[in-house]
């Protein structure tokens, strides 16, 4: 790195830093080109360094989102909601394109706005526009479809000198304050006729338009004739506090118990006893019954109108702008009871009061209904139900969804104690969740099967989840892929490699990367178990990468039986071996660690020493001990590939590869060099405080792979070194010791 910070420093006279070309034009001269080739040099040695040990990801918990970045309790009929925009597109005519001034109303959300913009009809790239203006006329002439806004100035007239109070008074029926107009609400006033024994509302609004705050005193009073609701009174004062530029409102409620004309004192608006504003006086005209009805209304129509009458307006108009309730007494009739619910649900319309009248009729369709948004009932009767009026779906009312649990990897491969323990609280919790459900039920669904399925196997309980996946009826699930993977998953359980094979092969060319690289992964393993190379199908797996780096590291390992030495090896051309002579019994009783005996004879002459040339397209080599040697104890120090090993000679039968680099040990017979699958293999470290602790154990896969390095927790940060029993009954044992991976 100094040797590049020294060139990366040199420039030629009037040339800028940087800069491909000098000032004229003209190209580097031998000195930059020189730059170049060392560049390019540098990047090449960049390139060639290998990746360390990559240390394994916390544990993730996964979830299908159907919506981008939303939890599924989020997503309900609220997220889009209606407005002038999804009018546009309802009225719009499908033969023409769709385009909308009223997009911007689209927009509450992240998905709203994907929605609006995938149905708009305007180009991913707007074109090259025409524009030209003459005068005070500006033309567009748009290259495709497009949408415009714009602004004018027009002339307004001149208005007279601003108060510094403003108040108003406005009068509304209470229960029917608002109006819709083109999708909007507005408010709703009484200006002329007021019926007796009908509430009514006045609302005043008292607004401060100056820069100083504002405390005022607000004279109410109802009208005369009248009497006051809701705790209300004759006349009150009530005290207001305005900020600069704010509003205040105050209402207040009457009704009038008789017909006539009735005079009313306003609002009036004062400070420091000195008036400042005041609305205008009104006189009241209130009628036993209206001289104008408006026949039209919904308030007749529901309450006066026939029942043919009443459908005709729902037909007609925006049901989301009606208030239902008002024809509930209707509803007890079955005829028309049943009319109505069909045209709500035809218009995707639910409303609970008039759905009620459902169990008066015995109308089991709508009494499901009514039932299914009886959210205080259903929270009542437990996370799952399945009956004739009443299901409860945990799944369809977002109480449970099915979470994914990735990198998960357990330290013990057998129940520790009475009792299994879930160490990970998240998949601890899911996994009680999904119990909680189970035990609700009277059997298992397929669905649920599968899901128990693949928690059995985060916990490696495989008999337990081949029980399971072996109950479940395939051709009843929605989707078949799920049901494959775990079908090709639990072959290598099964030792089927054959099964596995013919189950991941259609899916090769799966159009979904994540699913296709599932199963190219599974198949890519079965090459290797037949000998084939190593190959990548993820570059961001993380598993793939160090399995990967682990088959290319040079690495080899040996082992002294029967007068032979036989050495495992990959990547290595030659070797150098030396031979000590050895009191095994007292170097054992003084220190265990096999490996750190090398270090001992280092600085000693060995008693004998040769040099070998390892064939370049085997991966084991044998060779005799001298024959000074054979009934010696002796340590046997092979140096290759940037590496020292020793090994005492004592008997075992087992061909074992440490890579210590990567985290793994791959484990083969002697005679065959074929994987050996269930070799159970047990880790032990010593910490860097001094202690020797249990690690992890597990058995290799039929790769005969086994990776012992890798947990959720940090513990590897502090292992000085471990030592690595592998253990089969039918071959032996042996010890290994290893470094943590270089990281």
Not at 559 to 588: A, C, G, P, W
């Amino acid at each position: 790195m100094k040797d590049l910070a020294s060139r990366s420093g040199r420039y030629r006279d009037g040339q800028t830093k940087g800069e491909g070309k000098q000032a004229n034009g003209t190209d580097f001269d031998n000195d930059g080109l020189e730059m170049n080739s060392y560049y390019e040099a540098e990047n090449g040695r960049r390139k060639s360094v290998r990746q360390l040990y990559r240390k394994l990801d916390k544990t993730q918990e996964w979830v299908e989102n159907n919506y981008y970045h939303l939890a599924i309790q989020a997503q309900n009929a609220e997220l889009v909601k209606v407005n002038a925009f999804w009018r546009d597109y309802a009225a719009h005519d499908p033969n023409g394109p769709f385009l909308s001034k009223n997009l911007a109303e689209a927009s509450g959300n992240f998905t709203e706005m994907m929605y609006a913009l995938a149905l708009l009809d305007l180009p991913a790239e707007a074109g090259k526009h025409d524009t030209k203006s003459e005068g005070v006329k500006f033309t567009v002439i748009p290259a495709g479809p497009a949408v415009a806004y714009h602004e004018e100035i027009r002339a307004a007239s001149n208005v007279a000198e601003t108060t510094p109070i403003l108040v108003s008074q406005n009068f509304y029926r209470h229960g029917d304050r608002h109006r819709m107009v083109e999708g909007e609400q507005s408010d709703k006033y009484v200006t002329e006729e007021f019926l007796i024994h009908t509430v009514y509302g006045c609302q005043i609004v008292v607004t401060n338009p100056t820069s100083s705050r504002q405390k005022l005193e607000v004279l109410l009073q109802i009208p005369a004739g009248a009497i006051a609701v809701q705790n209300g009174q004759y006349t009150r004062s009530v005290s207001i506090q305005l900020e600069p530029f704010h509003t205040g409102t105050v209402d207040y409620l009457f009704y009038f118990p008789m017909a006539g004309e009735f005079r009313h004192y306003p609002v009036h608006v004062s400070k420091n006893e000195q008036l400042l504003a005041f609305s205008k006086p009104h006189v009241f005209k209130v009628v036993k019954e209206p001289s104008q009805i408006d026949r039209e209304s919904w308030e007749f129509v529901s309450q006066n109108g026939t029942n043919d009458e009443v459908v005709t307006f729902l037909k007609n108009h925006n049901i989301q702008q009606i208030n239902l309730e008002k024809i509930a007494f209707r509803m007890r009739e079955a005829d028309f009871f049943k009319t109505i619910v069909d045209l709500l649900t035809a218009r995707h319309v639910f409303q609970p009061t008039l759905w009620s009248y459902s169990l008066m009729h015995n109308q089991p369709a709508a009494i499901r209904e009514f039932l299914q948004h009886r959210d205080d009932l259903v929270n009542q009767v437990g996370p799952a139900l399945v009956s004739t009026l009443l299901v409860v779906d945990p799944v369809l009312r977002k109480t449970y969804e099915q979470m994914d649990y990735a990198p998960l990897v357990n330290a013990r491969s057998h129940q520790l104690g009475r009792r299994r323990q879930i160490l990970n609280d998240r998949f601890n919790e899911q996994y009680h969740r999904l119990l909680n459900v189970l035990a609700h039920q009277r059997d298992l669904s397929d669905d649920q099967r599968m899901a128990v399925t693949y928690y059995m196997l985060l916990q490696d309980r495989i008999e337990d989840a081949l029980a399971h996946f072996g109950k479940v009826e395939a051709p009843k699930l929605k989707t078949k892929l799920q049901y494959d993977y775990f079908a090709a998953y639990l072959a290598f359980f099964q030792d089927d490699a054959k099964g596995a094979r013919a189950i991941a092969l259609p899916y090769l060319n799966h159009p979904v990367d994540r699913w296709r690289n599932a199963f190219t992964a599974v198949v890519k393993q079965l090459d290797e178990i037949e000998g084939k190379a190593i190959e990548i199908v993820d570059k961001e797996d993380r598993g793939q990468n160090q399995t990967n780096l682990a088959s290319t590291e040079a690495n080899f390992d040996f082992k002294v039986e029967s007068r032979k030495v036989v050495i495992n090896y990959q990547n290595v051309e030659k070797i150098t071996v030396n031979y000590y002579l050895m009191d095994v019994e007292l170097l054992f009783s003084r220190n265990p660690f096999v490996q750190q005996f090398s270090g001992q004879f280092s600085y000693i002459r060995p008693n004998g020493s040769q040099q070998l040339q390892l064939p370049p397209m085997k991966s084991t080599f044998e060779f005799d001990l001298p024959e000074q040697l054979h009934n010696s104890n002796v340590l046997v120090e092979i140096i290759g590939g940037g590496q020292t090993k020793a090994q005492a000679y004592y008997a075992n039968s087992l061909a074992v590869q440490v890579v210590e680099n990567y985290g793994q040990v791959k484990i083969t017979h002697t005679t065959t060099g074929k994987p050996l699958a269930k070799v159970y293999v047990k880790v032990y470290a010593r910490m860097q405080d001094g202690q020797t602790k249990f690690y992890k154990d597990g058995y290799t896969d039929l790769r005969g792979r086994f990776d012992y390095t890798s947990l959720n927790t940090n513990e590897l940060d502090f292992v000085q070194k471990f030592s690595v029993l592998v253990m089969s009954d039918e071959n032996g044992a042996v010890v290994k010791e290893a470094s943590p991976p270089k990281r």
